[in-house]
């Protein structure tokens, strides 16, 4: 039943062909191929890649031990849980990871929603932790950095891909105490739960990470 978690390419299936979005995705799911001809760019010099419309071969779901890049932990996101079309609104907790793909600029990000609260909705649930985004920072650092700007814009992304748009839907974000985590501003922390709703459409999403990139500069 996991497989059917909107994270692992929406909801829409064909009878026995699998998740509908495999035909938006090209032939060729090499990074390189994705990232040129694939990713959708949000902001001017910022794509992204997100499992939530169609998986492509290198994502979906890892067990910690499996993974091939190091990362680092961004904080816990307490919310409803969106991935399934369930009778009850079920509040969930997410832990949210970040590390790299191939390139010192393109970042790869890792959800662990636990298992508390899902148990009864969805019994063979396991805890897993799933690439659900891939963002692109085009830059022309030879060692670029993630700073504070960068690491909310990416959360704010992913808040958005798992469809939390709705007054309610997160109720707290916690930072971690890791070096990454301690970059995210304590004003993320406390209004993330209020700034993306109503945030509905694509462009609605360019609109504030454009207003927000104002007010940080």
């Given at each position: 039943?996991?497989?059917?978690?909107?994270?692992?390419?929406?909801?829409?299936?064909?009878?026995g062909?699998?998740?509908a979005?495999?035909?938006?995705?090209?032939?060729?799911?090499?990074?390189?191929?994705?990232?040129?001809?694939?990713?959708?760019e949000?902001?001017?010099?910022?794509?992204?890649?997100?499992?939530?419309?169609?998986?492509?071969?290198?994502?979906?779901?890892?067990?910690?031990?499996?993974?091939?890049?190091?990362v680092?932990?961004?904080?816990?996101l307490e919310?409803?849980?969106?991935?399934?079309?369930?009778?009850?609104?079920?509040?969930?907790?997410?832990?949210?990871?970040?590390?790299?793909h191939?390139?010192?600029?393109?970042?790869?990000?890792?959800i662990?929603?636990?298992?508390?609260?899902?148990?009864?909705h969805?019994?063979?649930?396991?805890?897993?932790f799933?690439?659900?985004?891939?963002?692109?920072?085009?830059?022309?650092?030879?060692?670029p950095?993630?700073?504070?700007?960068?690491?909310?814009?990416?959360?704010?992304?992913?808040?958005?891909?798992?469809?939390?748009?709705?007054?309610?839907?997160?109720?707290?974000?916690?930072?971690?105490?890791?070096?990454?985590?301690?970059?995210?501003?304590?004003?993320?922390?406390?209004?993330?739960?209020?700034?993306?709703?109503?945030?509905?459409?694509?462009e609605?999403?360019?609109?504030?990470?454009?207003?927000?990139?104002?007010?940080?500069?």
């Amino acid at each position: 039943m996991k497989n059917l978690m909107s994270r692992f390419g929406g909801h829409a299936v064909i009878f026995g062909a699998g998740k509908a979005s495999k035909k938006l995705l090209p032939t060729d799911q090499s990074l390189d191929n994705l990232l040129d001809n694939y990713a959708q760019e949000i902001i001017p010099h910022n794509f992204f890649i997100s499992s939530y419309d169609a998986i492509p071969e290198y994502m979906g779901m890892y067990e910690w031990s499996a993974l091939k890049t190091e990362v680092f932990k961004l904080g816990d996101l307490e919310h409803d849980f969106t991935d399934l079309l369930l009778q009850y609104e079920v509040p969930v907790t997410t832990s949210i990871y970040i590390g790299k793909h191939q390139y010192d600029n393109v970042y790869a990000i890792f959800i662990k929603t636990h298992k508390e609260g899902l148990e009864d909705h969805i019994p063979d649930y396991r805890e897993t932790f799933d690439y659900v985004l891939q963002v692109f920072i085009r830059s022309k650092d030879k060692k670029p950095v993630l700073d504070s700007v960068k690491i909310e814009r990416i959360l704010l992304i992913l808040f958005y891909k798992m469809g939390l748009i709705y007054e309610g839907q997160i109720t707290s974000f916690k930072r971690s105490k890791t070096h990454l985590g301690k970059k995210i501003s304590e004003g993320f922390e406390t209004s993330v739960n209020r700034c993306l709703i109503d945030v509905d459409s694509d462009e609605k999403l360019r609109e504030l990470l454009k207003k927000r990139a104002n007010e940080q500069v």
